[in-house]
């Protein structure tokens, strides 16, 4: 399940490499054309080798693409699966909201702590399945580093890894006839956690259709520093105000929650602005201390 869930559940560092693989494929390319004739003592059969070596590292990538869309597709046909044969039940977040507040049934948070530590339902259980990887090796530098060159800037989306205790912390709290609500911030990270409960012997799994992010505000009670539909966004684009979790919140709270933004961009504009021209007057400055 972990090497099914990996590839789906983080879309953007998946994105982000295929991205980063195209953009090395075009690179090599045009090392190969620029050697086609022979520099600096650089033999024909050199370039051939390389060549090659090229054609098995773009080889290696297609077969890797190729495998993450089989597990995609396999980790969707079996959560389908699960729902439609009723092994687990599908709650949308006001009937969520119902469950606990009038049956009063546990709700499993499995978000990272990057989402949870925002907002979240009050009296709720936290277990994430994913979490953010704060590990300093160089592999998890390099994903760090590649996802934030390939948006993570932007929409602040963490690195992450899978909980290796997700499974006992849960079984912890809970004893395996307890009847779960299971949630995330989007609802794909809570399918693959309701189908690691079930395999595990949890048979009494509710899943909160669309994740927390499409709850109204009436239907859970919730604490936290921020709205629960804002708690998944992050990055520049939350700083400036453009995601559509933001638009659709400035659409009720008005003028005054835009007016902010606004400032902001203004704000970034000026500074960018200021920056620009500062350099400017620091290469005039250099040329001139060069003059003497």
């Known amino acids: 399940?972990?090497?099914?869930?990996?590839?789906?559940?983080?879309?953007?560092?998946?994105?982000?490499?295929?991205?980063?693989?195209?953009?090395?494929?075009?690179?090599?390319?045009?090392?190969?054309?620029?050697?086609?004739?022979?520099?600096?003592?650089?033999?024909?059969?050199?370039?051939?080798?390389?060549?090659?070596?090229?054609?098995?590292?773009?080889?290696?990538?297609?077969?890797?693409?190729?495998?993450?869309?089989?597990?995609?597709?396999?980790?969707?046909?079996?959560?389908?699966?699960?729902?439609?044969?009723?092994?687990?039940?599908?709650?949308?977040?006001?009937?969520?909201?119902?469950?606990?507040?009038?049956?009063?049934?546990?709700?499993?948070?499995?978000?990272?702590?990057?989402?949870?530590?925002?907002?979240?339902?009050?009296?709720?259980?936290?277990?994430p399945i994913f979490d953010n990887d704060d590990n300093l090796d160089a592999g998890t530098l390099s994903k760090k580093v590649t996802s934030f060159a390939m948006g993570g800037w932007w929409s602040g989306a963490p690195t992450l890894s899978f909980n290796r205790l997700f499974l006992s912390k849960v079984e912890e709290k809970f004893p395996k006839d307890s009847e779960l609500i299971v949630a995330c911030q989007k609802g794909l990270r809570s399918l693959a956690a309701c189908e690691l409960l079930y395999n595990a012997g949890y048979e009494n799994l509710f899943w909160v259709q669309g994740g927390l992010e499409s709850a109204q505000d009436e239907d859970l009670v919730t604490e936290g520093v921020q709205p629960l539909?804002?708690?998944?966004?992050?990055?520049?684009?939350?700083?400036l105000g453009w995601t559509d979790q933001q638009r659709a919140q400035a659409a009720k709270e008005g003028w005054g929650y835009r007016l902010v933004y606004?400032?902001?961009?203004?704000?970034?504009?000026?500074?960018?602005?200021?920056?620009?021209?500062?350099?400017q007057q620091l290469g005039h400055y250099i040329q001139e201390l060069r003059g003497h």
């Open 229 to 239: 539909k804002l708690a998944g966004i992050g990055g520049f684009s939350e700083f």
């Open 1 to 127: 399940m972990e090497s099914l869930s990996l590839p789906v559940l983080n879309p953007l560092l998946a994105s982000g490499s295929n991205l980063f693989r195209n953009q090395h494929s075009r690179m090599t390319s045009s090392m190969v054309s620029s050697l086609k004739s022979p520099i600096g003592g650089t033999s024909l059969s050199t370039v051939r080798r390389f060549g090659v070596g090229v054609v098995r590292m773009q080889a290696v990538d297609e077969d890797i693409d190729l495998k993450q869309m089989r597990d995609i597709a396999a980790a969707k046909k079996r959560w389908d699966g699960l729902l439609r044969e009723g092994k687990v039940k599908l709650l949308t977040p006001r009937e969520a909201g119902y469950a606990i507040s009038l049956s009063n049934k546990p709700l499993l948070d499995v978000r990272p702590s990057s989402e949870r530590n925002k907002a979240w339902i009050k009296g709720s259980t936290w277990v």
């Open 262 to 279: 606004t400032a902001r961009l203004f704000g970034v504009v000026l500074a960018a602005d200021a920056l620009f021209v500062g350099a």
